[in-house]
């Protein structure tokens, strides 16, 4: 399966979320900055809530590109079993890094505004996809913590691994599609364009105020 782009993939999500969570206020929760468009688009088709829960990946000191893992705001770190025996410096000074990304992130993205509480409510977590699954897998985490009545996680494509290990993240995992030959997720896609921080202020704006993050 293919996608035209990030919002044809949140209209074939919504087609599979809206028998059960549709005007049941639940809190669609985006990983910036990709999922940001689609997780709009899917609070508002379900008549819910938008928000967004601040996660980043952490980085092989020789690959930038490979995620080892990834850290929530409060500094909870998800890493990789095959990258644990890493440089425990190296390993400590790149979450010091990554949390000044998030942090200067909030002060962009919710200056002043309150968190959402997802406690008792049903919560939708999206992504336009995942590779190795560490930066929703961390999401995920940080979200339970806060202790949903359900939390659902909804991406466009997967990794068959992380596809399966994201079931031991949450109750129910929607995913349009599990390729078996996996590289990248923008290859499942026409237009995979950037979203920037620009984009992100203003679909958060333009949500009318009720739109905070999840610290």
Known sequence: MRFKNRQHAAQLLVDRLRGSYKNRNPLVLAVPRGAVPMAKYIADALAGELDVVL???????????LAIGAIDEQGNAFIADWAADLDLEYLDSEKKRQLGVLAQRRSTYTP??????????????????IATGSTLAAALRAVRAREPRKLIAAVAVAAPEAGRAMR?????VVCLNVPA??????????????????EVVAILKQHGGKVSAVG
């Open 168 to 172: 031991r993240e949450c109750d129910s």
């Open 181 to 198: 030959a996996f590289y990248a997720v923008g290859q499942f896609f026409d237009d995979f364009a950037q979203v920037s921080d620009q």
């Open 112 to 129: 002043e505004r309150q968190p959402i509480d997802p406690k008792g409510r049903i919560v939708i977590v999206v992504d336009d996809g």
């Open 55 to 65: 996660v980043h990946k952490l980085t092989h000191p020789d690959q930038p590109e």
